[in-house]
């Protein structure tokens, strides 16, 4: 089972400024990498595939980067809307499907 | 644009058995694979089982294997996931999402499964 780690746990980032979030792999999974969305009481949205494809209707300031095991979430002029908790998913090697912890973007 | 509704969650004691569906629109479903993922109350997201567009294979988590069948009937656009020899830490809002190609693309909103005594 490929194990993911997202770091930090919690970021704390004013609005308008730039987040940068992590994601890590136990093994490579090339750039089959997924960043998911979830704001408080609702479903995941997805936000990147491929680790570096924007979803349909992401806003350009979402950007992905990485392959192998080393994935970064990069959102640039942070948005009220944007504070959220964030998931990596790989879908490499599967079953079973893996989701890092979770990183929760809050305001600073 | 895609929707997936759940319904079918509860309260059930555990041992019991509940079965989820999931429908969807549109006249694609039947094109598609279908995962059930859950998340337990303040906890993260945990990939639960898998079914191919056609239903002829399913994958599961090892938390669920023997427990928990996935199934789907694309005449009626609706998935399915029955729960059987529920156990406390089977609570967990139960989403089902699609896959496109080989990734998550829609989400549904969940439903709510507790088991307590």
């Known amino acids: 089972e490929i194990v993911m780690t997202q770091s930090p746990a919690t970021l704390s980032v004013s609005p308008g400024e730039r987040a940068t979030l992590s994601c890590r792999a136990s093994?490579?999974?090339?750039?089959?990498l997924a960043w998911y969305q979830q704001k408080r009481g609702q479903a995941p949205r997805l936000l990147i595939y491929?680790?570096?494809t924007r979803a349909t209707g992401i806003p350009a300031r979402f950007s992905g980067s990485g392959s192998g095991t080393e994935f970064t979430l990069t959102i640039n002029s942070l948005q009220s809307e944007d504070f959220a908790v964030y998931y990596c998913?790989?879908?490499?090697?599967?079953?079973?499907?893996?989701f890092g912890q979770g990183t929760k973007l809050e305001i600073k | 644009q895609v929707q997936l509704v759940e319904s079918g969650g509860g309260v059930v004691q555990p041992g019991n058995s509940l079965r989820l569906s999931c429908a969807a629109s549109?006249?694609?479903?039947?094109?598609?694979?279908m995962h059930w993922v859950r998340q337990a109350p303040g906890k993260g997201l945990e990939w639960v089982a898998l079914?191919?567009?056609?239903?002829?294979?399913?994958y599961y988590a090892d938390s669920v294997q023997g427990r928990f069948t996935i199934s789907r009937d694309n005449s009626q656009n609706t998935l399915y996931l029955q729960m059987n020899s529920l156990r406390a830490e089977d609570t967990a809002v139960y989403y089902c999402?699609?896959?496109?190609?080989?990734?998550?693309?829609?989400w549904g909103q969940g439903t709510l499964v507790t088991v307590s005594p």
């Open positions: 999402a699609r896959l496109f190609g080989d990734y998550i693309d829609y």
């Open positions: 549109g006249s694609s479903f039947g094109m598609h694979g």
């Open positions: 079914i191919w567009f056609d239903g002829s294979k399913q």
């Open positions: 093994q490579s999974v090339s750039s089959k």
């Open positions: 491929g680790a570096s």
């Open positions: 998913q790989q879908y490499s090697n599967w079953p079973p499907y893996t």
